[in-house]
């Protein structure tokens, strides 16, 4: 187990580099070009943001092929921009939660909520602020959009950071304890790494997630409101209205080759490198490999120009920050109780006052007979989110050990995994249109696998990280004693890999609730199909900007999958945490 980022015997090496050492090579050349590239693409994308949002109107989005290049760029810089204020977040807001028992009160509820809240229900909100704080300027629509791809990433990886921090092994905590590391050195020479390798995967599966509501958030249409914003997103969207086949295959196709490009030059030498920080204490026989990685392992120019830029930040790994003295104030244990009774009771004070806040809200143009509705139509979505992710595990978890056990095959199936994470459900609107109309089939069950179509791969990505994270000793122990079949499975495997499971399953049902905006109400052309449940009766108030519904929706909705965490999933939590603490 690797604790540092970075040491001080590569910081007394580096200068001691002799002549001959730091002649360019061809690696070099190569990793000049490719940065040039990628730099020359960030500016000129950030060109076109900021330019004035006139310019959105005299340049609309078209079918033109030889604009997909341009498109496929912008929508790989917003997805990036969110995936960044992503990780921001989750560093912030998920060591805050694992840390205090008083903010996760308040922290694990919001990100309950937030992750169920669609991407068109904060749209409805944010595009009128965005636009505000930019009048006249394509920057404030390209916040609004780079925030909607930030509430589909961003979840997900602060749980799984969140996941991370709670369940490290117990010997690691003692030996940090007795060093008498401070919270800074704690969390960045301990903390950090054991979190990395399962982090990375997360972030892979949240820009997935970003690709699957891309044209949600590209093409927002509010009420009056119609914004296309020139990227992939808005492509498709453009041809699914004009019934385009040709057009929908050219915009999976441009976003394959993004996904095959983005996991070739950064997540697999990612992976490649987080390796080094996966907890075991015998060496893995089979790494995972990047060409990337190798490559610019073998520059030495571009190292020796990189290293002053290093320094700092290998430098602040090393600060030991004295701990923040806390006043001496020693309560009794009635007291304790008292102080933690009231902060529970200021929390269901605020809870409550949001929820009136709504409801009066709401109550201005609805009636009890609109909530009761709302509530009955999330029973039905309730029920095919429950078998929908039933189904999901029977099939991905028994996969996702098998590859994560395997480096290689990871490797070779990581960038197919991530295509089909992306996929965007929209795309299949005609076929599911054409098949439900041709067969006569029932939209309420035939819609439904619309709804896992993309949240099926967060169970998928955590399995495989929590299978790859299994000590090698640990694997080699289970070879020696023999376990072999459902053995195995029961006492090595699945306790493994059950956090991790628990994480995924709760992103990818509050994802599916999420898709059920998507999924539930489909159009291909004139033809328009519905599904009864909460997702399509949202997706109608947003078309129509009855903003009312769109809150008593959304409302619903966060109720619901705050009860089905509540019931299910945090309980399960709980088990994992306490089976790992016990081992």
């Not at 958030?217 to 119609?226: D, L, M, R």
């Not at 004009?242 to 095959?260: F, L």
């Not at 490559?295 to 920050?321: E, K, Q």
């Not at 539930?520 to 399509?536: M, P």
Request: hydrophobic share 55%; glycine share 6%.
């Amino acid at each position: 187990m690797v604790f540092l980022f970075g040491d001080r015997d590569s910081l007394r090496r580096l200068p001691r580099l002799l002549p001959a050492q730091v002649a360019p090579s061809w690696a070099d050349l190569i990793a000049f070009v490719a940065l040039a590239a990628i730099a020359v693409s960030i500016l000129r994308g950030a060109h076109e943001m900021g330019a004035p949002l006139s310019a959105l109107q005299a340049r609309p989005v078209t079918l033109n092929p030889a604009r997909l290049p341009e498109y496929a760029l912008l929508t790989t810089l917003r997805m990036f921009a969110a995936l960044g204020a992503s990780l921001l977040f989750t560093f912030v807001v998920a060591t805050l939660a694992a840390k205090s028992r008083k903010a996760e009160l308040v922290i694990v509820p919001a990100l309950d909520i937030l992750q169920s809240v669609p991407v068109l229900g904060f749209l409805t909100f944010t595009v009128t602020f965005f636009m505000g704080l930019f009048p006249a300027r394509e920057l404030g629509v390209e916040l609004a959009a780079i925030f909607a791809i930030f509430t589909s990433q961003a979840w997900n990886m602060a749980f799984s950071f969140y996941q991370s921090l709670r369940t490290i092994p117990k010997d690691l905590d003692e030996v940090a304890r007795q060093f008498a590391f401070s919270p800074w050195r704690r969390f960045m020479r301990l903390e950090l790494p054991f979190a990395t390798p399962s982090l990375v995967w997360n972030m892979m599966m949240s820009m997935s997630g970003g690709w699957f509501f891309v044209v949600a958030s590209e093409a927002i249409t509010v009420g009056k409101t119609t914004i296309a914003l020139p990227g992939i997103g808005s492509w498709l969207s453009l041809a699914i209205e004009q019934k385009d086949m040709r057009a929908v295959a050219a915009g999976v196709a441009t976003m394959g080759v993004v996904i095959v490009l983005y996991d070739q030059l950064l997540f697999r030498p990612i992976i490649a490198w987080a390796d080094k920080f996966k907890f075991e204490q015998t060496a893995s026989g089979d790494r995972p490999r990047s060409w990337v990685y190798d490559l610019f392992r073998r520059t030495r120019v571009l190292r020796l120009t990189a290293a002053p830029l290093m320094w700092p930040a290998r430098l602040l790994t090393m600060i030991d920050w004295p701990r923040a003295r806390r006043p001496q104030i020693r309560l009794t244990p009635t007291a304790e109780r008292a102080v933690s009774y009231a902060w529970i009771g200021l929390v269901a004070l605020g809870a409550l006052a949001a929820m009136a806040f709504i409801w009066s809200f709401v109550s201005r143009t609805l009636t009890w007979h609109d909530v009761l509705i709302a509530f009955g139509l999330a029973v039905l979505t309730l029920v095919r989110v429950l078998v929908l992710i039933a189904i999901a595990s029977v099939i991905w978890v028994p996969i996702g050990v098998w590859i994560g056990l395997r480096p290689r095959w990871s490797a070779r199936l990581q960038a197919l995994a991530q295509f089909l994470a992306a996929f965007p459900a929209n795309v299949l609107f005609p076929f599911a249109v054409a098949l439900i109309v041709g067969w006569r089939l029932n939209p309420n069950v035939w819609l439904s696998p619309l709804m896992v179509l993309g949240t099926q791969w967060y169970i998928l990505f955590n399995v495989i990280a929590g299978a790859g994270a299994i000590p090698g000793d640990l694997k080699e122990a289970a070879g020696v004693f023999g376990l072999k079949g459902w053995q195995w499975w029961r006492r090595v495997s699945l306790p493994a890999i059950f956090p991790y499971y628990v994480t995924g399953a709760i992103t990818a049902s509050g994802g599916s609730w999420n898709a059920s905006i998507v999924a539930e109400a489909v159009s291909w052309g004139n033809q328009h199909i519905e599904a009864a449940g909460l997702g399509s009766y949202i997706a109608k108030a947003t078309v129509a900007g009855d903003y009312a519904r769109v809150a008593l929706g959304v409302g619903v909705m966060s109720v619901f999958v705050i009860l089905l965490n509540r019931v299910l999933w945090r309980p399960m939590y709980a088990f994992a945490e306490r089976r790992l603490r016990l081992d």
